[in-house]
C-alpha cells in the first residue's frame, strides 16, 4: 500500500449496508475504486472524485464470498483491501 493511503471496508463481513473508506495522499486528487471476485473478474468500479471520502456498498449486490478492493491512479496502485459478503 502507497505511504499516506488509508481503505477500509465496514464490517469486513457484508450482509447489507456497509462503508468503505479512504483517505489518499494528497497528490492524488482523483483515483478509481475497483471490486473484483475471487476468480478475478471485475465486479464493481468507481470513480473517486476526491483525495477522501466514503462509498457504501450493499451487500446484496454481490454475490456470497470474498472481494478484493483496489484503488489504482495514473496507472499506480494506492492500496488494496478485502472483504466478505454473507446472505
Known sequence: QLAGAEL???PSVLS???KF???LPAAFRTAQMD???TAGQQVES???NTNHG???LDGQDFAPGAYFLRV???GTILGNTRFA???
Open 8 to 10: 477500509g471496508v465496514y
Open 16 to 18: 447489507g449496508l456497509g
Open 21 to 23: 473508506t479512504y483517505t
Open 35 to 37: 471490486i473484483f471476485n
Open 46 to 48: 468507481v470513480q473517486l
Open 54 to 56: 466514503i462509498v457504501i
Open 72 to 74: 489504482s491512479a495514473n
Open 85 to 87: 459478503v454473507s446472505h
